[in-house]
């Protein structure tokens, strides 16, 4: 495999910081939108034989993303995404944190606080993701949890979702 097509992930433990950068064999329009549209999300956001399943989607500033997480067994943890200031095509910020089905947060696990951009590349997309945390202990946790595992499976969901395009 390529190695532009791995998840480079920086982490900055005194910073509260964790840097993800990952290109795509995409246009940036296409990466975009899979990053956006639910029913794209629901194809590739979490990792195999995980399913993610949107209740509730209101891609804008100030709106929100509501999923599942959903085990083989059918085990459902709930996610929800804040989003922040937007740039169409080329940036969003997202608050993203567990919660309960009803949306509200778990106070008990970390949330993380995003930034995606999305580059032209000669040859498609590169997304870096920065992620800040409340604290070192968060991103700690975050990273015990299996997070850096489960998104690189997820990104390559992604590439194969470009490939059937």
């Given at each position: 495999?390529?190695?532009?097509?791995?998840?480079?992930?920086?982490?900055?433990?005194?910073?509260?910081?964790?840097?993800?950068?990952?290109?795509?064999?995409?246009?940036?329009?296409?990466?975009?939108?899979?990053?956006?549209?639910?029913?794209?999300?629901?194809?590739?956001?979490?990792?195999?034989?995980?399913?993610?399943?949107?209740?509730?989607?209101?891609?804008?500033?100030?709106?929100?993303?509501?999923y599942a997480m959903i085990s083989p067994e059918g085990e459902r943890h709930w996610g929800k995404v804040i989003y922040g200031k937007?740039?169409?095509?080329?940036?969003?910020?997202?608050?993203?944190?567990?919660?309960?089905?009803?949306?509200?947060?778990?106070?008990?696990?970390?949330?993380?606080?995003?930034?995606?951009?999305?580059?032209?590349?000669?040859?498609?997309?590169?997304?870096?993701?920065?992620?800040?945390?409340?604290?070192?202990?968060?991103?700690?946790?975050?990273?015990?949890?299996?997070?850096?595992?489960?998104?690189?499976?997820?990104?390559?969901?992604?590439?194969?979702?470009?490939?059937?395009?």
């Open positions: 495999m390529n190695t532009k097509h791995q998840v480079n992930i920086e982490k900055d433990p005194s910073g509260k910081k964790m840097v993800l950068t990952r290109e795509f064999d995409a246009d940036p329009a296409t990466v975009w939108q899979a990053y956006t549209d639910r029913n794209l999300l629901d194809q590739w956001w979490a990792p195999k034989p995980w399913r993610a399943e949107t209740k509730s989607m209101d891609f804008r500033e100030g709106g929100h993303w509501q937007i740039e169409p095509g080329v940036s969003f910020v997202a608050n993203d944190m567990f919660c309960d089905e009803q949306g509200q947060p778990n106070p008990g696990l970390p949330a993380m606080n995003w930034t995606n951009s999305f580059n032209a590349t000669a040859s498609g997309t590169r997304v870096t993701g920065t992620i800040l945390f409340s604290n070192a202990e968060d991103m700690q946790k975050i990273t015990e949890m299996g997070f850096q595992e489960g998104i690189a499976m997820a990104m390559n969901n992604l590439d194969e979702l470009f490939a059937k395009a």
